[in-house]
């Protein structure tokens, strides 16, 4: 009896074990993923702005309509943003996956672009693109970090569910 819950206490532990290695490695992979289409928001953004003069309210549509999920609630507070019927402190990134720093500066980057008028105003937002473009890097770097993490922390798992089997 006693070594029927030692087994069922160790198959607890490595499942457990295995949830909670794979959330971390999704939360990894999908800060990347949000990045990147944020990142490709941003170049299509500016070269609308700085070669067609496209009106901000028209890129934001477009974006609203080719997005969805958690962007898209996000594009859709912005269009409204531009059309003041929101206010600066109510417009925030509701992606969970993206960490402060990440929010603040796709933030900053898109209350930017309606006051883009001169040449110089468009290079400060590539410039912009460019520092996104570094988080990126630095993400996928900590995921590649928590490539090696995931693996310490799977062995421990399985060790524990050793020690309680034996």
């Given at each position: 009896m006693f070594t029927n819950f030692k087994i069922l206490?160790?198959?607890i532990?490595?499942?457990c074990g295995a949830g909670a290695t794979l959330e971390v490695k999704?939360?990894?992979d999908k800060r990347v993923e949000v990045l990147e289409i944020f990142y490709l928001d941003f170049?299509?953004?500016v070269n609308k702005i700085s070669f067609l003069k496209m009106p901000v309210k028209e890129i934001i549509s477009h974006l609203v309509s080719k997005s969805n999920g958690y962007i898209k609630k996000f594009y859709i507070k912005l269009n409204s943003f531009y059309s003041d019927e929101l206010l600066d402190d109510e417009l925030k990134i509701?992606?969970?996956y993206l960490l402060k720093k990440d929010k603040e500066i796709i933030l900053s980057f898109f209350k930017s672009i309606g006051s883009t008028h001169n040449l110089n105003e468009i290079n400060?937002?590539?410039c912009q693109s460019e520092n996104l473009l570094l988080l990126i890097k630095e993400a996928k770097e900590n995921k590649e970090k928590n490539q090696k993490s995931k693996c310490t922390l799977t062995m421990c798992f399985f060790i524990i569910a050793v020690i309680i089997f034996v």
């Open positions: 206490g160790s198959l532990i490595l499942f999704k939360r990894f170049l299509y953004s509701d992606d969970p400060n937002l590539n």
